[in-house]
């Protein structure tokens, strides 16, 4: 099995989603990757980045684009309802669910903290990680 975390540019949600799944779900023969929608130059914000070293996590690969491919070989758990109706536009026939409804089965978005300070970041991984904690296997 695989799952693809997605957000906007790949830098600071699903890096952060994909590093906690990654520890969190070691033995399991899942794989767990990230991907943006909207992916410029660069990599993992600093201060996602700093979570992931702090929490001694398993590292986030390097930001990279959604394609065709991973739509085709992935279930796609995204950040918010806004993705989860973009990548229905541009893929039609993906295996899509915000990650909310993986976890618990209801929608919420997961906070962006992009922009904002190491307590914004804070809180998006807690509730990161309160919904990858009840993934069912």
């Known amino acids: 099995m695989k799952i693809i975390f997605v ?3 790949n830098t600071c949600r699903s890096p952060l989603a994909e590093s906690y ?9 899942v794989v767990f990757e990230s991907r943006g929608l909207m992916v410029h130059s660069g990599g993992v ?3 996602s980045q700093a979570i992931v070293e702090r929490e001694s996590l398993v590292a986030p690969s390097t930001p990279e684009p959604l394609t065709k491919a991973d739509v085709e070989e992935a279930l796609l758990l995204v950040m918010t309802d806004v993705h989860k109706r973009l990548v ?3 893929f039609p026939s993906a ?8 976890a618990v089965g209801y929608q ?3 906070v962006d903290p992009y922009g904002g ?6 809180r998006t991984f807690i509730q990161l ?3 990858i904690d009840k993934f069912k296997f």
Do not use: P, R, W
Not at 95 to 102: A, H, K, L
């Open 88 to 90: 229905k536009e541009q």
């Open 95 to 102: 295996d899509v669910q915000m990650i909310s409804e993986f």
């Open 108 to 110: 919420e978005d997961v």
């Open 7 to 9: 957000c906007t540019g």
């Open 129 to 131: 990680k309160g919904f």
């Open 21 to 29: 799944a990654k520890t969190q779900y070691d033995a399991l023969d």
């Open 117 to 122: 300070s190491m307590e914004h970041y804070e």
């Open 45 to 47: 914000n600093s201060i």
